[in-house]
Structure formats: C-alpha cells, structure tokens
C-alpha cells in the first residue's frame, strides 16, 4: 500500500558549548517500533530520521541528526515523495542565541541563557503536504489535553494525532508501555495501556484505514 514512509525518532538536542546541551526526556522507543512495525508490514522504503538514540532499528534507511535544524533539512529533502510521515519525534521547541565555542568555565553564581524559538517542522510539514500524503504527529500534554491536542490537529493539518497524557501515572517517556488517545476527523479515541510494539500496530492499522478512506475519496471525485 504504502512505497516510502518517513519515520522520526528520539529527541533533539540543542548544544550551549561543547560539552553542554538542553534536549527532553525522549528514548526513541516509540520510532523504533513503529520502524519494526513498517518492516513487518513489508513497507519497501523505510526512512528513519532519528536523534541521539540507543533504539535503532536495523534494515531501514538511518539518517542521524542531532538538532531540529538538522532534523528540518533531511525532512525538506525527504518529505515531498513520503507516502506517509509520522513525526514521533520529539523536537525541541528553542535553541540556545549564542553558541559558545569554548566551555563555559563554572564561576558565576547564575548564569542566564537566551534561547530562540526552533522552527515548527509539522506546520511546516502541514503546509506543504500534497493530497496524498497522510501525516501523523505527536503530542504529549500535562493539562487541557483535548483542547490543546484538537487545536494542534486542526492548526497543523494532520491525519492522525496521537495524544500522550503526561502524568505521574502515565510518564509516557522512557517506558515500555503508554496510554495514548487517536485525535482525527473523527473524533478522539482512548486507546487503553499497552506495550510501546502494540501501540506501533495499532497506529500503522489506523493509517491504513485512513489510506483506505483518502483512496475512496478520490474515487468519488473522479
């Protein structure tokens, strides 16, 4: 069904000087099953953009990035033939205004950092997706979590949302399993918890369904 998929994976990192970075709580667990989940479903071009990671899947096409920036460039080389995008990744909102080229040596007793907002690689993604193309994002919320996740669906211009509540109960970084909600056209879906592998089924059996859908779609407009 699907010829070239674009999976990425992991965090992003944002370096201050050499030694030093700001980045999130993302392992990379969740693209590197749904990568295994691409590979048992006999996708022919598997793309696997990924940040630093320990989880990398084998006998798909690895691209390591470490910045957004980084990440925004193979996207913009990549993303126009992809069948399907699904932007787990989490992508760092600000990168540091000033690089130091040397380590900033301890001394002072605070020590404020500028940082300036990184560009939104799924709007991006949003605006220039050809009528083929299904996109899948990501997001993880702590409050008004149907609100913000319906706002981020709709500004964004996805097919699928797949909407993490960040909790004490439900960490969702760094874990094996996660409890998730699909945000679409449809409506918002609460899927129960369920290991990070079954999850990556579960999302791939909804992408086919709205292939499925944009297939008949087009047809009826024919």
Known sequence: ??????????PTIEPIDPVRFI???SSGKTGFHLAN?????????????TGPSCFIPQNV???????????????????????????????SDYRVASYSPLKIKK????????????????????????ARQILVGYAAETHDIFENARKKFEAKNLDLLVLNEVS????????????????????????????????ASCIFDEIEKLASQLKHDRMDKQ
């Open 23 to 25: 980045s999130n709580r």
């Open 61 to 91: 096409t690895v691209i390591p990035v470490e910045t957004a920036l980084e990440m925004r460039a193979q996207l913009e080389t990549y993303s126009s033939k992809a069948d399907v995008i699904i932007m787990s990744s989490a992508v």
């Open 37 to 49: 989940e691409a590979l048992k479903r006999h996708i022919s071009e598997i793309i696997f953009i």
């Open 107 to 130: 001394g002072q007793e605070s020590l404020v950092l500028e940082l300036i907002k990184n560009p939104d690689l799924l709007t991006e993604l949003g605006k220039r997706k050809p």
């Open 168 to 199: 004490a109960a439900n960490p969702a970084f760094n874990t094996d399993d996660n409890q998730v909600y699909f945000v679409s056209k449809e409506g918002t879906r609460k899927l129960e918890k369920m290991e990070k592998s079954s999850l």
């Open 1 to 10: 069904m699907f010829n070239r998929i674009i999976i990425t994976s992991g």
